[in-house]
Each structure stands twice: as C-alpha cells, then as structure tokens.
C-alpha cells in the first residue's frame, strides 16, 4: 500500500472524510385542472435533519393565462402563518413553528397548500422564489427548488385554439338600432353588450350558425358550464361560447343601451361590459371594488392575452363591448350597465 491509499485509508477508518454540504429538496406537486375549475397543490420538503423554525418565500404562475395562484391555506404545525398577494398576482407564504411540531429528522413535511385556479388550456409552472427557510437552532437550511407543473387540457369550451370574436362597429347614441357580431371559424366568446329586442333576444339567433354539432355554452360560478338551448333568453354582460365552421355575421337588435344589472360570484366569472366603444379595464371596472384578475382573448394570435390585474400598471388591458373575458372576484359584487 502506498502513501496515498495509506493515509486514505485512515482517513475512511477515523470517519474524517467531510461530507459534501446537503440540499434538501423543495418541490410543488404537479396538477391536472380543467379550465375555468380550481384545484390544490402541495409545497413539501424532502427532509428536515434539524427541524424547522420557520419559512418565508414567494410563489408565482409564470403564465397567468393557464393558471393563477389565489391564496395558500397553512398545516396545523405552523402556529403563525400568513400569505400576501404580491406584484404580477405572486404570493408572500410565510409560516412559523412555535410548538415544535416539525421535530428534527421529520420528512415529507407539507409547508402550504396553494390554491389555483385554472384559466385556460396550456401548460404553467409555479415557481419559488426568495426562499429563507431556518432549523430549530436558526440556522439557514440550504434547498433546492423544484417548480410544480400546471396542466390543463384543451378541451371544450376552452380549445386549444383559443376562441376568437370581432365586430363591426355600432353607433354611439342610444337607441343603437343594429350591431353585428361577427363570428370567425372555430369556438367564439361573445358578449351581449345591449338590451336586445324582445322577439330577437333568445339563442335561436344563431339559428344559422354551422356549428358541427356543437352546444353553445355559458359559464356560472355557482352551476358551472350550462349548454344554452334556442329558447333560452341571452342575457347582457355574460359570455358565451359559439363554435362556427365559417365566418358569419350576427344581428343583434335592440331598442336600448340600457341592460339589467349583472351578479359576479365570488371567484371567476364570464363577463362583458356594455356600450358600444372599447374602454381600459381600471375605467370599465371602475364601480367594481373586488376584482383583481382580468383575462380577455387576442384574436390576432388565438389566444388568451396576458390577464390585466388591478392596480398594475404595467398589466393594463383594454376590453372590447362585444368580446367576454374572464373577470376573477374576491367577494360577490353587482355588475352595473354603464361600466
């Protein structure tokens, strides 16, 4: 045995070798949603060989058209613990073990559960970010991040090409007469932005839409999806999808600007606004004091834009009279013609 395999040796006998500095791994379970529902997912850690005093970090969708973070709620062991809404819809998580109840040596120890809501098809990853996480002794525990990918499949009523609308633009004086909703090939998400006539105001105005056997379909927060028959009555301020196998122009007729007020469930709703002009969404939503996401469609690309959120000005939106969007609440509200 030579030098180098003798002192070798002698190091592994004396167990003086010096490990390698561990990382514990932090990862967010990967989900499947379906557009317009809301799911969970888990933030754990691998293991924790000196336990665990508490935890800060921020938690993001890195494309809001697909998926948005909403909230977290927190385990039992963290006696204080609070989530804040952030810049570009992230979330400031933050917990504390006060009661030890993440002992030294613990694993697969859940720190939040995200609560997500699913938009639209596509794929989106939820990342950390700024994370200090600290042992009992307060020491800070070095990890490394795994981001949790977000599926959701496209599937009727939220295809894959994503639904698309114009129109011909109306008068700006009431009574309005005629306004054509145009509908291109593939699904459309219209809005009624007027009250229409009585006589031309139920489903069966799209009577000669080529809709290769496809129902039109409404969104409610409460019920969820609602197939819309040709009796039934087409209300203002509400979205709805109408598959088309080609381009065709819609009347709609009406006597006034004027339509019912419009509940917005807490959660996401279909939406629209009246009028027959485009307004920012900060202007449009003006009378709204709960809404934070908003998410209307890019008929250019086929696709769902970039949500506006409230506030940012950097995430500023304009919405069109006859195209519905997304419009998530944090409390019930009334949606008011006129916005």
């Not at 990890?143 to 949790?148: D, M, S």
């Not at 009246?274 to 307004?279: A, C, E, F, P, Y």
Request: net charge negative.
């Amino acid at each position: 045995m030579n030098f180098f395999q003798t002192i070798l040796m002698i190091l592994l006998l004396s167990g003086c070798i010096i490990p390698s500095v561990l990382s514990e791994v932090i990862s967010i379970g990967p989900v499947t949603l379906a557009a317009g529902t809301s799911g969970t997912s888990d933030i754990t850690i691998d293991t924790l060989p000196n336990g665990l005093s508490g935890y800060r970090m921020t938690v993001a969708s890195d494309n809001q058209a697909v998926v948005t973070v909403m909230g977290a709620t927190f385990p039992s062991w963290a006696a204080l613990s609070d989530a804040t809404a952030g810049e570009g819809g992230s979330y400031l998580l933050s917990a504390i073990d006060l009661n030890s109840g993440v002992e030294a040596g613990a694993g697969g120890i859940t720190l939040a559960t995200l609560n997500l809501q699913a938009v639209g098809a596509g794929s989106a990853q939820i990342t950390m970010s700024t994370v200090q996480l600290d042992d009992d002794a307060g020491n800070a525990v070095t990890t490394v991040l795994k981001p949790g990918t977000i599926s959701v499949p496209g599937q009727t009523p939220v295809p894959t090409q994503t639904p698309v609308i114009t129109h011909t633009p109306a008068p700006t004086t009431a009574p309005f007469g005629e306004l054509t909703v145009n509908l291109l090939p593939g699904w459309n998400l219209v809005n009624i932005p007027v009250q229409l006539t009585p006589g031309s105001n139920t489903a069966e105005i799209f009577k000669n839409v080529q809709s290769a056997g496809h129902s039109i379909l409404t969104y409610d927060s409460t019920a969820g999806w609602i197939t819309i028959g040709k009796d039934d009555v087409l209300k203002p301020m509400t979205g709805y999808w109408i598959f088309s196998t080609t381009p065709v122009g819609i009347p709609l007729s009406g006597s006034s600007l004027l339509a019912g007020a419009k509940t917005l469930n807490a959660g996401w709703n279909l939406a629209g606004i009246t009028g027959t002009s485009s307004k920012s969404a900060e202007s449009a939503l003006s009378g709204l004091a709960s809404w934070t996401y908003v998410i209307p469609f890019d008929s250019s690309n086929q696709q769902y834009r970039d949500a506006g959120i409230r506030g940012n000005s950097n995430a500023q939106i304009m919405l069109d009279p006859c195209q519905a969007f997304w419009i998530y609440m944090n409390s019930p509200e009334t949606m008011s013609p006129g916005y």
